[in-house]
Protein backbone atom coordinates (compact mmCIF):
# COMPACT_ATOMS: atom_id res chain seq x y z
CA UNK A 1 0.00 0.00 0.00
CA UNK A 2 1.64 3.48 -0.62
CA UNK A 3 2.60 5.52 1.85
CA UNK A 4 2.61 9.69 2.17
CA UNK A 5 3.72 10.82 5.19
CA UNK A 6 3.48 14.71 6.31
CA UNK A 7 4.76 16.22 9.04
CA UNK A 8 3.80 18.17 11.75
CA UNK A 9 0.07 17.13 11.75
CA UNK A 10 -0.76 20.00 13.23
CA UNK A 11 1.20 23.46 13.43
CA UNK A 12 0.21 26.89 15.04
CA UNK A 13 2.07 29.80 13.20
CA UNK A 14 1.80 33.79 13.30
CA UNK A 15 1.88 36.21 10.85
CA UNK A 16 3.85 37.19 9.20
CA UNK A 17 5.90 34.24 10.25
CA UNK A 18 7.54 31.28 8.03
CA UNK A 19 6.59 28.38 8.09
CA UNK A 20 7.49 25.05 6.41
CA UNK A 21 5.36 21.65 5.94
CA UNK A 22 7.02 18.29 4.77
CA UNK A 23 5.99 15.55 2.85
CA UNK A 24 7.64 12.62 2.19
CA UNK A 25 6.65 9.28 0.14
CA UNK A 26 7.60 5.63 -0.11
CA UNK A 27 5.78 4.96 -3.29
CA UNK A 28 8.17 5.16 -5.86
CA UNK A 29 6.38 7.98 -7.58
CA UNK A 30 7.21 10.66 -9.81
CA UNK A 31 4.32 13.25 -9.31
CA UNK A 32 3.70 14.63 -5.97
CA UNK A 33 1.49 17.67 -4.81
CA UNK A 34 0.05 19.92 -2.45
CA UNK A 35 -3.79 20.85 -1.65
CA UNK A 36 -5.29 22.90 0.72
CA UNK A 37 -8.80 22.01 2.13
CA UNK A 38 -11.12 24.83 3.62
CA UNK A 39 -14.48 24.95 4.35
CA UNK A 40 -16.85 26.04 1.37
CA UNK A 41 -14.10 25.46 -1.19
CA UNK A 42 -13.18 22.02 -0.84
CA UNK A 43 -9.57 20.62 -1.80
CA UNK A 44 -7.83 22.62 -4.64
CA UNK A 45 -4.19 22.58 -5.86
CA UNK A 46 -1.28 24.83 -4.84
CA UNK A 47 1.84 23.24 -6.81
CA UNK A 48 2.72 19.90 -7.77
CA UNK A 49 6.13 18.55 -8.88
CA UNK A 50 6.84 15.47 -11.34
CA UNK A 51 10.33 15.46 -11.25
CA UNK A 52 12.91 16.00 -8.43
CA UNK A 53 14.45 19.67 -8.43
CA UNK A 54 11.99 21.08 -9.70
CA UNK A 55 8.21 22.64 -9.01
CA UNK A 56 5.16 23.76 -11.10
CA UNK A 57 2.40 26.34 -10.08
CA UNK A 58 -1.28 24.82 -9.55
CA UNK A 59 -4.39 26.85 -8.94
CA UNK A 60 -3.80 28.90 -6.39
CA UNK A 61 0.37 29.15 -5.55
CA UNK A 62 -0.20 32.70 -4.42
CA UNK A 63 1.76 32.63 -1.22
CA UNK A 64 3.60 29.43 -1.22
CA UNK A 65 6.22 28.42 -2.59
CA UNK A 66 6.97 24.54 -2.78
CA UNK A 67 10.56 22.67 -2.96
CA UNK A 68 10.96 18.73 -4.30
CA UNK A 69 15.08 18.03 -3.32
CA UNK A 70 14.47 14.60 -4.10
CA UNK A 71 11.99 12.01 -5.91
CA UNK A 72 10.94 11.03 -2.12
CA UNK A 73 10.40 14.64 -0.64
CA UNK A 74 8.52 17.93 -1.36
CA UNK A 75 7.74 20.70 0.91
CA UNK A 76 5.35 23.60 1.31
CA UNK A 77 6.97 26.80 2.03
CA UNK A 78 5.13 29.99 3.40
CA UNK A 79 7.36 32.52 3.65
CA UNK A 80 4.89 35.12 4.97
CA UNK A 81 1.94 33.21 6.76
CA UNK A 82 -0.77 35.68 6.67
CA UNK A 83 -4.80 34.50 8.48
CA UNK A 84 -6.34 33.47 4.98
CA UNK A 85 -3.81 30.64 4.97
CA UNK A 86 -5.30 28.78 8.18
CA UNK A 87 -6.35 25.54 6.76
CA UNK A 88 -5.66 21.68 6.16
CA UNK A 89 -3.01 20.83 3.80
CA UNK A 90 -2.62 17.60 1.96
CA UNK A 91 0.09 16.09 0.06
CA UNK A 92 -0.18 13.49 -2.55
CA UNK A 93 1.48 11.20 -4.42
CA UNK A 94 1.05 9.19 -7.85
CA UNK A 95 2.54 7.33 -10.67
CA UNK A 96 1.62 9.09 -13.51
CA UNK A 97 -0.22 12.37 -14.06
CA UNK A 98 -3.42 13.00 -11.86
CA UNK A 99 -5.98 12.13 -15.08
CA UNK A 100 -5.83 8.60 -15.58
CA UNK A 101 -3.70 7.67 -11.72
CA UNK A 102 -5.39 7.42 -8.58
CA UNK A 103 -3.72 9.93 -5.98
CA UNK A 104 -2.41 8.64 -2.96
CA UNK A 105 -3.30 11.30 0.06
CA UNK A 106 -0.97 11.79 3.34
CA UNK A 107 -3.17 12.25 7.10
CA UNK A 108 -2.67 16.03 6.32
CA UNK A 109 -1.58 18.84 8.45
CA UNK A 110 -3.72 21.38 10.10
CA UNK A 111 -2.10 25.12 10.47
CA UNK A 112 -3.58 27.77 12.09
CA UNK A 113 -2.21 31.42 11.69
CA UNK A 114 -2.87 33.50 14.60
CA UNK B 1 -12.26 28.01 -13.65
CA UNK B 2 -13.87 24.56 -14.13
CA UNK B 3 -16.67 23.89 -11.53
CA UNK B 4 -17.94 20.89 -9.73
CA UNK B 5 -20.81 20.97 -7.93
CA UNK B 6 -22.08 17.74 -5.44
CA UNK B 7 -25.63 17.12 -4.13
CA UNK B 8 -27.09 16.48 -1.45
CA UNK B 9 -24.73 18.04 0.96
CA UNK B 10 -25.89 15.20 3.07
CA UNK B 11 -27.52 12.09 2.97
CA UNK B 12 -28.24 10.10 6.00
CA UNK B 13 -29.48 6.17 5.23
CA UNK B 14 -30.27 3.11 7.18
CA UNK B 15 -27.99 0.10 7.18
CA UNK B 16 -28.23 -2.03 4.31
CA UNK B 17 -29.89 0.82 1.68
CA UNK B 18 -28.73 2.53 -1.36
CA UNK B 19 -26.52 5.25 -1.07
CA UNK B 20 -27.23 7.91 -3.81
CA UNK B 21 -24.65 11.36 -4.99
CA UNK B 22 -24.80 13.38 -7.74
CA UNK B 23 -21.93 15.54 -9.40
CA UNK B 24 -21.94 17.53 -12.10
CA UNK B 25 -19.29 19.14 -14.21
CA UNK B 26 -18.85 22.38 -16.25
CA UNK B 27 -16.91 21.07 -19.12
CA UNK B 28 -17.65 17.96 -21.36
CA UNK B 29 -13.42 18.22 -22.47
CA UNK B 30 -13.32 16.33 -18.90
CA UNK B 31 -11.02 13.46 -18.44
CA UNK B 32 -11.66 11.01 -15.93
CA UNK B 33 -14.01 11.57 -13.00
CA UNK B 34 -12.89 10.28 -9.69
CA UNK B 35 -14.83 9.59 -6.81
CA UNK B 36 -13.01 10.04 -3.22
CA UNK B 37 -13.74 9.09 -0.04
CA UNK B 38 -12.66 11.18 3.49
CA UNK B 39 -13.33 9.84 6.93
CA UNK B 40 -12.68 12.77 9.46
CA UNK B 41 -8.98 13.76 10.53
CA UNK B 42 -7.67 10.99 7.37
CA UNK B 43 -6.73 12.26 3.83
CA UNK B 44 -8.86 11.31 0.79
CA UNK B 45 -8.75 8.03 -0.62
CA UNK B 46 -9.53 6.67 -4.25
CA UNK B 47 -12.76 4.51 -4.29
CA UNK B 48 -13.50 3.99 -8.60
CA UNK B 49 -13.10 6.57 -11.06
CA UNK B 50 -14.80 6.46 -14.96
CA UNK B 51 -13.60 7.73 -18.23
CA UNK B 52 -16.12 6.44 -20.84
CA UNK B 53 -20.22 7.19 -21.11
CA UNK B 54 -22.18 4.23 -19.36
CA UNK B 55 -21.92 2.69 -16.19
CA UNK B 56 -18.79 1.06 -13.77
CA UNK B 57 -19.25 -1.57 -11.13
CA UNK B 58 -17.10 -2.22 -8.40
CA UNK B 59 -18.02 -4.65 -6.01
CA UNK B 60 -20.75 -2.49 -3.87
CA UNK B 61 -20.19 0.72 -5.66
CA UNK B 62 -21.58 1.61 -9.54
CA UNK B 63 -20.51 5.17 -10.96
CA UNK B 64 -22.70 6.32 -14.04
CA UNK B 65 -21.67 9.06 -16.55
CA UNK B 66 -23.44 11.06 -19.13
CA UNK B 67 -21.24 13.78 -20.50
CA UNK B 68 -24.14 15.14 -22.75
CA UNK B 69 -25.81 16.11 -19.46
CA UNK B 70 -22.51 16.89 -17.29
CA UNK B 71 -23.40 14.62 -14.99
CA UNK B 72 -21.83 11.42 -12.75
CA UNK B 73 -23.56 9.40 -9.84
CA UNK B 74 -21.76 7.20 -7.42
CA UNK B 75 -24.62 4.48 -5.82
CA UNK B 76 -23.03 2.53 -2.56
CA UNK B 77 -25.85 -0.60 -2.44
CA UNK B 78 -25.83 -2.35 0.92
CA UNK B 79 -24.91 0.68 2.69
CA UNK B 80 -22.78 -0.28 6.31
CA UNK B 81 -21.69 2.06 8.88
CA UNK B 82 -18.34 2.10 7.89
CA UNK B 83 -19.44 3.58 4.91
CA UNK B 84 -19.97 7.14 6.95
CA UNK B 85 -17.99 9.69 5.28
CA UNK B 86 -17.64 12.14 3.06
CA UNK B 87 -17.03 11.83 -0.88
CA UNK B 88 -15.57 13.82 -2.84
CA UNK B 89 -16.01 14.01 -6.76
CA UNK B 90 -13.13 14.71 -8.51
CA UNK B 91 -12.77 16.17 -12.13
CA UNK B 92 -9.77 16.06 -14.49
CA UNK B 93 -9.61 18.87 -17.00
CA UNK B 94 -5.85 19.19 -18.06
CA UNK B 95 -2.85 17.70 -17.51
CA UNK B 96 -1.54 17.37 -13.92
CA UNK B 97 -5.26 18.72 -12.19
CA UNK B 98 -8.23 17.27 -10.43
CA UNK B 99 -11.21 19.61 -9.51
CA UNK B 100 -12.82 18.64 -6.28
CA UNK B 101 -16.45 19.63 -5.15
CA UNK B 102 -17.10 20.35 -1.96
CA UNK B 103 -18.41 16.84 -1.33
CA UNK B 104 -21.55 15.01 0.00
CA UNK B 105 -21.21 13.59 3.94
CA UNK B 106 -23.30 10.06 4.16
CA UNK B 107 -24.24 9.34 7.15
CA UNK B 108 -25.01 5.30 7.59
CA UNK B 109 -27.17 4.35 10.80
CA UNK B 110 -27.64 0.66 11.95
Known amino acids: EAAVTQSPRSKVAVTGGKVTLSCHQT?????MYWYRQDTGHGLRLIHY???????EKGDIPDGYKASRPSQENFSLILELASLSQTAVYFCASSDQGAPNERLFFGHGTKLSVL | QEKVQQSPESLIVPEGAMSSLNCTFSNSASQSIWWYQQHPGKGPEALI?????GNKKEGRLTVYLNRASLHVSLHIRDSQPSDSAVYLC??????????FGLGTRVSVFP
Open chain 2, 49 to 53: SIFSN
Open chain 2, 90 to 99: AVSYYAQGLT
Open chain 1, 49 to 55: SYVADST
Open chain 1, 27 to 31: NNHDY
